[in-house]
């Protein structure tokens, strides 16, 4: 299923959008179009693609039929956010009006088109219910047989070629035209007509903004026709982004905490590691660069050779004494905490290893991060670090059981703790 369409990078409800499409090319007057069925079933698909909610494909259909698939329009855009609706067929204009033509509309003069078409008027008043978009897609500015036809009943009132510019009565409304007003869109010799295959290419890009798509679906029918028909767009919208297609989901660093925590963790710890773990979540500001410095020095310092051997990162280990706990001696106050160094060791390992397939989860890690700031080991201390950045893939939560000895600190049954 495509993404909902979202609004806004913060929006968290679902957008209701509802789409109708038309298709008229069986006229029973004037020669039959050949691609406006195909063309309506495209659109069709694509808007199912683009995950509206609801969509109603309409082909060949009369002035009582229109009618009727408008109100039922009407009706479905009463709680929609978007409504849109593609019409491909007959369109002819009228005066300053623009009329939808039905297939079975006769139009002997130019007075008929009010009784035996549909008016864009009407078209969008369909539309007036939507709350934040209402989108009219028009390919019906095809050359159309009725303009030879018909005669003339009222000499100034013009019948033309195309149709005429409309400016939208409605806010955050958008018309687009196949062709601009006045000139005369193609109907396409392939599958579908130039419009309608530029508008399923451009229209779906995730995360595209619809006035953008536009603009791209323009370029492309200009190409396709060799500069001869140029699509246009009237209307206009508000200050924020739409698309049919919500991007994608940028993967999120779960960071330990703010930059400056994060980083007097990294300097705690003075691992390669550590600090090539804060970078990975902290890229840019002040305290990248602070790391990118230490972690160049510790690289340098670690490049040297040294008269004696001591563990990687040892040189520059920048631990706080005062921040790290005073180990408890096994024999009583006042015994030697060196020798319990590697037994605590041991324990925060052997917790650290309970902990890993759970990683991603918040109690676990809650647990990581009161391992990194207080264990007294190096290695355990950058694992933790590392795992906080980058946890393995979620695995279920542990049984009650399972958890219950994980919040429990090791050693507490004894009184010896953390």
Not at 105 to 119: N, R
Not at 343 to 372: F, M, N, V, Y
Request: hydrophobic letters at 40%.
């Amino acid at each position: 299923m495509v993404p909902r369409l979202s609004l806004s990078p913060g929006s968290a409800r679902a957008e209701k959008r509802v789409a109708l499409v038309i298709g008229n090319g069986a006229y029973e007057n004037v020669a039959r179009l050949a691609n406006p069925i195909k063309d309506a079933g495209t659109l069709a698909d694509m808007f199912r693609k683009a995950g509206f909610d609801w969509v109603r494909l309409k082909t060949n259909v009369s002035k009582l039929e229109f009618i009727r698939a408008l109100r039922e329009f009407m009706d479905a855009a009463q709680d929609a956010d978007i409504a849109a609706l593609y019409y491909a067929g007959h369109g002819i204009q009228a005066g300053d009006m623009n009329y939808m033509i039905p297939v079975d509309a006769k139009l002997t003069t130019e007075l008929d088109a009010e009784d035996e078409a549909v008016s864009l008027d009407r078209i969008a008043r369909a539309l007036e219910p939507a709350k934040r978009l209402r989108l009219i897609i028009l390919d019906a500015c095809r050359d159309s047989p009725f303009e030879r036809i018909m005669k003339r009943r009222v000499a100034v009132r013009a019948v033309g070629g195309g149709l005429a510019r409309m400016e939208p009565v409605f806010a955050d409304t958008l018309i687009a035209y196949a062709a601009k007003a006045g000139s005369v869109a193609e109907d396409g010799a392939g599958g579908n007509s130039p419009f309608a295959a530029a508008l399923v290419e451009n229209l779906l890009v995730p995360g595209l903004d619809i006035r953008v798509a536009f603009g791209r679906v323009r370029d492309d029918v200009l190409k396709r026709t060799e500069n001869r028909q140029e699509p246009f767009v009237y209307g206009s919208l508000g200050g924020q982004s739409i698309s049919l297609v919500a991007a994608p989901a940028q993967p999120k660093v779960d960071a330990l905490g703010g930059p400056k925590s994060d980083y007097e963790l990294a300097e705690r710890i003075g691992t390669q590691e550590a600090w090539k773990a804060f970078l990975t979540s902290h890229k840019e500001g002040l305290y990248a660069d602070l790391a990118r410095a230490q972690l160049d020095k510790l690289m340098q310092s670690e490049s040297k050779p040294t008269g004696s051997a001591r563990p990687q990162g040892a040189a520059l280990a920048t631990v706080d004494p005062n921040a790290l706990p005073k180990p408890a001696a096994a024999g009583g106050p006042g015994a030697s905490g060196a020798a319990r160094i590697p037994d605590t060791c041991g324990r925060d390992e052997e917790r650290l290893a309970k902990l890993r397939p759970h990683a991603s989860q918040s109690w676990a890690r809650d647990e990581l991060k009161d391992i990194g700031q207080n264990t007294t080991c190096d290695r355990v201390r950058s694992q933790a670090v590392l795992l906080l950045v980058d946890p393995p893939a979620v695995s279920a939560s542990p049984p009650i059981s399972q958890a219950a000895n994980m919040a429990t600190p090791p050693g507490a049954a004894n009184g010896v703790g953390f």
